[in-house]
Structures are given as C-alpha cells and as structure tokens.
C-alpha cells in the first residue's frame, strides 16, 4: 500500500483533544492499554523512561496488518461496526476509535510496530504527534499531515509470535506538568497529588484497567470478566486493582442487583477509619471491565461517616449505550438516574450505621481512652438497644455476655471485624465513661426539668459519677455533646471551689442556652 498516509479525524475527536489538560494524561495512556485488551493481550508491559521522556507499551495481542493500520488511521473517531466480543469472549471496549488519538497531545512522536502471527511481516508508521497541535494547543488539520510508515522483515524464530508495540517520545508542556513537583503543592496531605509522577500514573491505572483484584474475595464477589484476563506491568512491577477496606458492609442479592434495564453487581467496604487516599473513597463504576470517571458517593450528602467507605459497581449491561465518547461519564437516562438514587440512598444508610458503631465502642470496656462524651442517648438501655437492632438487621451478628460466657454487666463489646456486638447481660446499669484532667468519670443518664433547675440544669457531678440530664436542649446533638458536658464541668468545678460566685455562676448558665441556641436542635 501507498506511504506516507494520513489520519481521519471527526469533529467530536477534536474537540476531545482540543480540551486536554496535563490531568488527562493517565487516561490517554490508559486508552493504549484499553486497545490492547481489545486486541486480545494477555500481557501488557509498560516501560517508563522520565529522564529519556519515553514511554514503551508492549502486549502480546493479535497484532496488525498493513490492512488493519491503514483503518487504525482511516476511521478513528467513527463507531466501528465489530463484533461485540473479541475470540477470547471479551467484552469489546473501543467503541470509537479514541484509542491512540487521546496520547497525541502528551509525546513529541508516536511511533508503532505491528506483526500478527503466522507471518514475518512486521508493519511500523512514525506519526509526528508535535505537528499536530499549534503553541496553544489547539488541533490542526490533521489531513495534511503525512504519517511515514511500512513494513519490514521480522525475524524467523518470531513468526508465530503476535505482538503490537508503541512507543510515545518527548514530553510536551502538557506532559511536564502532570510530573512536575509543583503539581501537588496545593493538595492535601492524603492527596493522590502529592505523588510523584509515576506513582500517581500508576494509581489511576490501577484503578481504571482491566486488571486482576488483589484481594481474591472482591473477585469472587464482583465475579471474572467475560475472556482471559490481562496482566499489565509497569516498569515489571504488576498492576493491581486495590481495595481500601476489608470488611464487606454491602453487596448485591442473588446473581445481580437490577435497575429497569441496568444489571449490576456490588461491594461496599469499609476499614473503619477514612479512606486515604482521599481519591479512594466512595464507588468506582466499572463498565465492559473498564473504570469510568472518579469515584463517586452518588450524591449522597457530606454524611459525617462516608469517608470511611469505598467500593466496586461492576455494571454487567444496560449501559454501555450511554457511555460518553471519552468513557469518563454516561450520558442521562432514567434507569441510570434510579441507579445513582439506589447507591446515595445506600451510603447514607452506611454512614448511619458506621457512626452508630461508633457511639457503641465509646461504651465498650475495652475502649481505653475515654476522652469525649458520645451519644448520650445510648446511656438510655431502651434506645441502645433499638440502635443494636437496626445494625442486626443489617448483616451484624447481636450477642448477649451471658450467652458467651462473658462476666461484663456494664460494657458492650463490638467486634467491628467480625460484625458482632455483645450486650452487657444486664444493660440497665450500661454505664460509659469519660476522662478529664487525668481522671476517669463514669456516665450516667438521668432525667429532671431543667426550665426550673437553677444550679445544675444540665448535668450533676457526684464523686466520679456525671449524671446527664437527657432533656437538656444543648444536648441533643451528640456531634456537640462533649463541648457543653465539658463545659457545665467546668463551670460546675469552679462554683464548687467557690473561685466563681453563685450569681455569676447561675448567670452564665443560664446565658448558654441563649447564646448557644443555634445547637440546640437534633441531629
């Protein structure tokens, strides 16, 4: 066939690459190893070079033609009429034709060699990607420019070998951004940003490819991708898919979880503490085995507890209609919007639940530092006891000391690993505690009108005893409860001492409440 050729670009491809940012540069290499899934790979080799400016991708599958690089060239950027799934049964991702356009705007030169299998034709084209865009980063046209190319001898022992290798020379300005160190300057301290470059391209390989999970018990749930896998490594390192939690709080029901015409499986984890780093926490929707977009809590609210949350949405069918051209967004249909309700209304549930968990171990007998007053309302048996309900109904396994031959009347235990609480044999004396200045008080809930309670509205001290009174209005917000017990505390130890007269005493008590209104309303 006629060298030199030239590349085919519709309006939509240009607009893409027009709007690229040094952001987007691990989704641009992330397309490359996208086409070599499609290409049937079962191992892709990645070789980075940032002192050279080289970046290498190498994979063992089917390989090209001097035919099948000519319509690499020709028809990039208009849906490609294939099958749905390649000869291993994968399903087919590259929709159309993004693939190796996206990494234009990020090297000087895009350079591949090509060789399919039972032949030692080995086809190669140099691209001079530099050319394609002027100093403000805008698209040329691109019919112009002329692609050198052709094809060579390969060797005899490689016949029967198929392979596809790329090689991506010189950094733009684009590229020198993503690794300069001034990147993360600004981001917070558990910030993805704060990588160096490398480590942060490999991140978001991680999470977007279609790799193997490191945890086996995440595959086994979520269930093996349609095909062989694919390996990929980086610098002979494997990628893996990383989870940031190993307790399972959720998943789906039976062989798939269902929204109108969207199939789906889940997992929701949790470690019990925020997930680091920050970019890790919440759901990451997979589609055609594929990462899309950042993760995301759904619209879910600044629950005080989804921090501590993420997980997997592996979407089986129903969506890849709606996937954008770049495949970092779907586009709007109802099912969708009734899926992303479906998760939102879960992570709040979770949230919940988590900071229930929470307020219980402020009352287990091992929990040793003691240094704030929780949920007053669990020193109430009744209301403790309906919190512990919930969470059983929700996959937590509730046992009674007595049943497990424990001696504790006065502490709840909670196994966050294990999803177990055991209630104390008699919780009708479940007493917390809390530690001020160095000594340890007991807890305990009472209940009095603090309208016409004139010294001691809100809480009494009796030897090591705080006895809360649980109708006082500032304490109703357990996120602010420690405060004000802490605060009466003190007032109620400087009265005592008589270093604070009784009239000033009373009148800052009362001046509390009216100053400390905006707190004074549930949570």
């Known amino acids: 066939m006629d060298w030199p050729k030239h590349i085919s670009v519709d309006k939509r491809i240009v607009q893409i690459l027009s709007g690229s940012t040094y952001e987007n540069y691990p989704k641009a290499v992330r397309e490359l190893i996208t086409n070599s899934y499609d290409a049937d790979a079962t191992e892709v080799r990645i070789t980075f070079d940032e002192l050279k400016q080289t970046i290498t991708v190498s994979d063992d599958g089917t390989g090209m033609s001097e035919n099948d690089l000519d319509l690499y060239f020709r028809i990039a950027g208009r849906h490609r009429e294939k099958t749905p799934q390649t000869k291993s049964g994968r399903d087919i991702v590259g929709q159309f034709g993004v693939g190796f356009l996206a990494i234009f705007p990020f090297c000087n030169e895009f350079r591949i060699e090509s060789k399919r299998k039972g032949t030692d034709e080995v086809v190669f084209a140099k691209i001079p990607t530099a050319r394609y865009f002027t100093v403000e980063n805008r698209l040329v046209d691109v019919n112009k420019i002329e692609i050198e190319g052709g094809t060579k001898a390969g060797k005899a022992a490689d016949k029967e070998r198929s392979y596809t290798l790329i090689e991506l020379k010189g950094f733009t300005k684009l590229t020198e951004a993503f690794f300069s160190k001034e990147y993360g300057l600004r981001a917070k301290k558990n910030s993805v940003a704060k990588y160096d470059g490398f480590r942060r391209l490999i991140w978001q390989l991680e999470e977007d490819?279609?790799?193997?999970?490191?945890?086996?018990?995440?595959?086994?749930?979520?269930g093996p991708a349609n095909g062989a896998p694919m390996r990929v490594f980086a610098n002979d390192k494997e990628l893996l898919r990383r989870?940031?939690?190993?307790?399972?709080?959720?998943?789906?029901?039976?062989?798939?979880?269902?929204?109108?015409?969207?199939?789906?499986?889940?997992?929701?984890?949790?470690?019990?503490k925020s997930v680091q780093p920050a970019e890790a926490r919440f759901l990451k929707i997979r589609n055609l085995n594929i990462g899309v977009g950042d993760r995301t809590d759904f619209g879910s609210g600044t629950r005080s507890r989804v921090h501590q949350l993420s997980g997997e949405v592996y979407i089986l069918e129903g969506l890849n209609d709606l996937i954008a051209v770049n495949r970092d967004q779907f586009n709007y249909s109802a099912d969708y919007e009734d899926m992303k309700e479906f998760f939102a209304t879960r992570l709040r549930r979770i949230s919940g639940q988590l900071e229930e968990l929470h307020d219980l171990d402020g009352l287990s007998s091992r929990n040793e530092s003691f240094s704030r007053v929780g949920n007053v309302k669990l020193l109430d048996p009744d209301k403790m006891r309906k919190m512990v309900n919930r969470l059983g109904q929700s996959g937590f396994t509730v046992k009674t000391a007595s049943n497990v031959g424990r001696a504790s009347n006065a502490s709840i235990e909670v196994d966050r690993e294990n999803k177990t609480i055991t209630l104390p044999a008699k919780s009708d004396t479940l007493y917390g505690k809390v530690e001020v200045h160095g000594i340890t008080y007991t807890l305990k809930l009472d209940a009095w009108d603090w309208h016409t309670e004139k010294l001691f509205p809100a809480c009494r001290v009796e030897g090591l005893t705080i006895i809360i009174n649980r109708t006082y209005p500032l304490f109703q917000q357990r996120k602010y409860t420690d405060i004000f017990v802490k605060l009466h505390m003190l007032l109620i130890e400087a009265y005592g001492k008589g270093t604070l007269p009784r009239n000033s005493y009373v009148n800052i008590i009362n001046k509390i409440l009216?100053?400390?209104?905006?707190?004074?309303?549930?949570?």
Request: glycine residues 8%; positive net charge.
């Open 209 to 222: 490819l279609p790799l193997r999970y490191e945890d086996t018990t995440i595959e086994e749930i979520i």
């Open 243 to 272: 989870t940031y939690g190993k307790t399972i709080f959720e998943k789906h029901q039976g062989s798939y979880q269902k929204c109108g015409r969207i199939k789906f499986r889940y997992v929701i984890l949790t470690a019990y």
């Open 514 to 523: 009216i100053y400390f209104n905006d707190y004074t309303k549930g949570d």
